[in-house]
């Protein structure tokens, strides 16, 4: 059975196994006068135990086998060698090696099942994952989809006579949904190289504007469609900037989804000081219907659309991937409520040289 533990907790308990009866040695000896052999027998099966949770049955039978000769030894009479002039202390000691092996295999065994179940519940979770996955994408992935196949079915048909305006029309409804449809698989991507560990990060000393114009372009942003407050003297901050911009994309586009149309979205940036270095606040605002702050951190987990009714604006997925990324980056993407009513993304980075 110990086969299936990984060879570093073997190791850890052979050396438990010997490691343990060896120290009880020198603490137990002076003792000798105010300790019974029951008492030192309990001690030492307190370490085939310790053994048994870490390797397995292998090193609990090792220190069975060790933790007996040492009291054989040093605590049964005559002291300082291997003969018993006691019959009892010899069943005391052949019972202690049996008990031993026997404390051992069940706690192994607890310990085998407590692992077992902790694997399901992580496929479980999985599964769960995998399920609530493929709902989403059922039906947020095919909604673009189909409406892109609709507006091109529109311009091949000879049947309809179309007008400029009518073109125009198709054309915008075309693009716009393989815009939503590029951003819906981009977020998968980003979720799974996340989850995977494969997101590369490389960090280097950024102009924020700069990349918070790049992120404005992709998300195609209108005149006034986001209030912008950058200062001229901000410093660079330390970042990747793709990364980062993936991060402002999907904060922006959560916070359009709920402004109301008169009151846009506002990209704040202000400086201060963390803990070990300066820091770069960048702050998302909008001020739609807000989320109350018991519910705050939950938007942060995939496939949560808190309080959106509107289920073609996406499947969840991106305050998750906004929050795993800032983390890649070395950043901190907190929740808070806005002034007045609505959500603020508050994500701090590190700066780095002057820009």
Known sequence: MSR???????VGGFVVAVAAPALLVPVLVPLRDQLNLASDVALFLVAVVGSALVGGVLPALVAAVLGATLLNFWFTRPFHTFAIDDANNAVALVAFVVVAMMVGWVVD?????????AAAAEIEAADRMRAALLAAVGHDLRTPLAAAKASVSGLLSDDVALSRGDHVAL?????????RLAALVDNLLDMSRLQAGAIPVRLRPVALGDVVARALDDLGVAPRGVLIDVPDDLPAVLTDPGLLERVLVNLLSNAQRFSPPDRPPVVRVTTGDGPATARVVIEVVDHGPGIDGA???????PFQRLGDTD??????????????????VGG??????????GL????????????
Do not use: H, K, W, Y
Request: proline share 4%.
């Open 109 to 117: 065994l607890a310990a085998r099942r407590a692992e077992a179940a």
């Open 4 to 10: 299936s533990l990984s060879r570093r907790r073997r």
């Open 311 to 328: 289920n073609t604006t996406g499947i969840g997925l991106g305050l998750a991937v906004a929050r795993g990324l800032a983390d890649a």
């Open 344 to 355: 603020t993304m508050r994500l701090s980075l590190p700066a780095g040289e002057e820009g």
């Open 171 to 179: 054309l915008a409804t075309t693009d716009d949904a393989l815009d």
């Open 332 to 341: 901190e993407l907190v929740p808070t409520a806005t002034p007045g009513g």
């Open 295 to 301: 519910d705050r951190e939950r938007v942060f987990q």
